[in-house]
């Protein structure tokens, strides 16, 4: 449960009209009107004096609260607001991760990780063949690891610019914020191998082959009179 409370200066013996309003990019909105609750809240939420207690709170009641009050007296009316920043924790869930199953050397490949449940947003790690990558910070130990590629720990992205045979291996991206246990996607092997030009000529010189036969045959069966009317 979560408790947003609002706190006043009025006099016992003054009226008390109280509303509740949530504060979002699309506009305002009701929490709390006319004496009753509305929309998510309505069954999930009551009143402690002024303060407002939501049961079982979820990512969506996250954001800022408004409390009105206005109190009538013989002086006139009198008006207070207080603005209150709900934030729900939410530990991240299993991540989707891309990691392309096969590579040509001197290429660029992208790996992909992300999450959209963790609230704070999640940040990520990924792994090689079970050990964590490092940051390419240009000092220490990540710059004398001659890295070959950029890892982005708030997108979730790894990028080689120009992946070699030394990059195959097995992947895996884990997500945390520092909210419940980490999560890891499941473990996917990439295969880096060189580009096969010598397979690339056969296969060229192979399709110019059967294009010449099949030319000479259409010359041979228009000399032979096949296609004539």
């Given at each position: 449960e979560a408790i947003l409370s609002c706190k006043h200066k009025f006099s016992k013996g003054m009226s008390l009209r109280i509303e509740w309003k949530k504060i979002q990019s699309q506009g305002v909105s009701f929490v709390y009107y006319n004496g009753e609750f509305t929309g998510d809240l309505r069954g999930r939420a009551e009143m402690l004096n002024t303060g407002i207690r939501i049961r079982n709170v979820t990512r969506k009641d996250s954001g800022t609260y408004r409390c009105e009050i206005s109190a009538k007296s013989e002086e006139g009316q009198h008006l207070g607001e207080a603005t209150i920043t709900l934030t729900v924790l939410?530990?991240?869930?299993?991540?989707?991760?891309?990691?392309p199953s096969s590579a040509m050397t001197g290429t660029v490949v992208e790996l992909s990780c992300k999450e959209t449940e963790g609230s704070p947003p999640s940040e990520y790690q990924w792994y090689k063949n079970g050990v964590a990558l490092l940051e390419k910070t240009g000092t220490g130990s990540a710059r004398a690891a001659n890295i070959t590629y950029t890892m982005n720990k708030k997108s979730g992205t790894l990028l080689f610019n120009t992946v070699t045979k030394n990059d195959t291996g097995e992947y895996f991206c884990e997500a945390s914020n520092g909210i419940g246990l980490s999560q890891k996607c499941s473990v996917k092997r990439m295969q880096v191998d060189d580009l096969n030009v010598s397979g690339?000529?056969?296969?060229v010189?192979?399709?110019?082959?059967?294009m010449a036969l099949c030319g000479l045959g259409v010359f041979y069966a228009q000399k032979k009179g096949y296609f004539t009317s």
């Open positions: 939410v530990a991240p869930t299993t991540p989707i991760c891309e990691v690339i000529i056969a296969a010189v192979f399709v110019a082959l059967v």
